[in-house]
Structure formats: C-alpha cells, structure tokens
C-alpha cells in the first residue's frame, strides 16, 4: 500500500515536531570554510584524545571477577565480521549492477508481507535512502538523473529531484574537511521526521536513529561480499545537504551518509 508522504502531517502535533527538531538541530554544525570556526566539536589534545578512545567501560573497578572462558571473535573471512572502514577512496568505476545487488538487503522480503531486511519500530519505516553517483563512475546508470530513491516495497528506484544542482549537491555530500578520496557512490539516510513521530512521538525519533543504524550495518556487510570499500560519515552540515537533495529541511533530517568504491587492492 502506498499513500502520499504528507498524509502523515494530519497525525503529527506541532509541539512535537518543533521540539523534536529543536533537539535533533542542536547535534548539527557547519562545515564550511569561512564559518567552519563556530562549529568546533571539542577542545580535547591529541594525547588525551587518544587515551580515550577505543576502550571498553568495566564497571567494578575494585573487584574485576571473569570468566576464565575466553570469547573468541568470528574469523576474519566470516560474513559477519565487518571490514575495516575506508581511509581513502582510489579512483575506479563500478557497474549498476553492484549499486542494485548493494541495496537488496533493504528490500521488501516478501510479496505477501511488507516486512524489510531490518527492524523497525512498529514497521513504519522512517529512514529513507537515496543513492548519488558521486563521481559520474557508475557505468550502466538507467537514468538521466544521478539522484535516485529507493523504494524498498516496490523494489526499484525512482528518479529524484531531475533538476538537481551538481555542484551543489556533490560540496554538500564532500564539503572542505572530505579527506576520504574519490568514492563512486554516496548513500544518504534520511529520516522523515512526520513518519517517525506520529505514532511514537519524541521516541520515535530514537527509534528512527537505531533504524538508520541498522541500514547502514547491512550495507556494510553487503560491500564485504561484493568486494566493496566503505564508510560512514557524520561530517556535513544538515541544512546544506536536504537543500542539495531538494528536500525540505524541516521535515527531512539526514542521519548519516555513506561513501562507497571499488575495493583498494
């Protein structure tokens, strides 16, 4: 079943949406060359920086029983042993084909049911996903639009925003601070913010992040098998990236993008 995106505004509250946008704006900051100084994350030296990253969290300091049973992690060919994310991207093309085998995970899984490859809090499916052909190296690309967006239910794309700006889109998806190379494709989650609060209200919006996260971990997985490199990446700014997108920013909220390339050798 199919309804129109806005049919879900009729169930939403204004208090609701306006806080919860608030809250989520509140996480944004500005890549951006001439403004980038205002958006400083953190003030931590480099050495300290270090020391805290990476480790685990035990909560007895004082008495630290363990089993003597060691946990032995999968082998590094298992499936679900995820490779390391890309540092840099190489320059080199990639078949449509692969773009389309890289999505299936997030396909409806049935045609009698509209249950999808991953979890979503009361099946409402708030994250939406678009595919760029960042660099113009995708060969086979079916249509005239670069822009596509997936219909999981259907299980095909459609082609988004035909008059979309480039080069608008492309400093949006790789602004001043990109250092990750020359990846083929970018893939952008966006929650669609009437859809994951109607129902759930406020928490809906953490449902809609732990979706997004899921989403991403399949694709992840999914460029193992292909023999793909990839990363996810947090550093754009918001309103720059919907615009770019040609979607309306006060209900399209962008959880995170993730850049995909042929497998450095």
């Known amino acids: 079943m199919t309804i129109p995106h806005d049919h879900y505004l009729k169930f939403v509250e204004n208090s609701v949406l306006e806080e919860t946008l608030f809250f989520h704006n509140r996480g944004t900051y500005t890549v951006d060359k001439l403004t980038g100084h205002t958006s400083t994350l953190h003030h931590l030296q480099g050495s300290e920086l270090e020391r805290m990253t990476g480790n685990e969290l035990p909560l007895d300091i004082i008495h630290t ?147 997004a996260g899921s989403m991403y971990m399949l694709v992840d997985l999914k460029c193992k098998e292909l023999n793909l490199s990839n990363r996810v990446w947090s550093g754009f700014t918001d309103h720059q990236l919907t615009c770019g997108l040609a979607l309306n920013p006060t209900l399209f909220l962008p959880a995170c993008i993730q850049y995909i390339g042929p497998r450095n050798e």
């Open 65 to 211: 029983p363990t089993m003597e049973t060691k946990l032995q992690p999968p082998d590094r060919l298992h499936p679900l042993t995820r490779n390391d994310s890309c540092e840099h991207f190489n320059m080199g093309s990639m078949p449509f084909e692969l773009v389309k085998q890289l999505l299936t995970p997030l396909l409806k899984k049935r045609d009698s049911h509209y249950g999808r490859g991953y979890p979503s809090g009361g099946a409402l499916y708030p994250v939406e996903v678009f595919c760029y052909d960042l660099g113009r190296r995708v060969t086979d690309w079916p249509l005239e639009s670069r822009l596509l967006h997936l219909l999981p239910s259907s299980r095909c794309f459609e082609a988004h925003a035909t008059n979309v700006d480039d080069t608008k889109l492309i400093n949006a998806l790789t602004p001043p601070c990109f250092t990750l190379g020359t990846p083929a494709i970018a893939i952008v989650y966006c929650i669609y913010l009437p859809k994951t609060i109607f129902k759930y209200r406020y928490r809906g919006y953490r449902l809609a992040l732990m979706e």
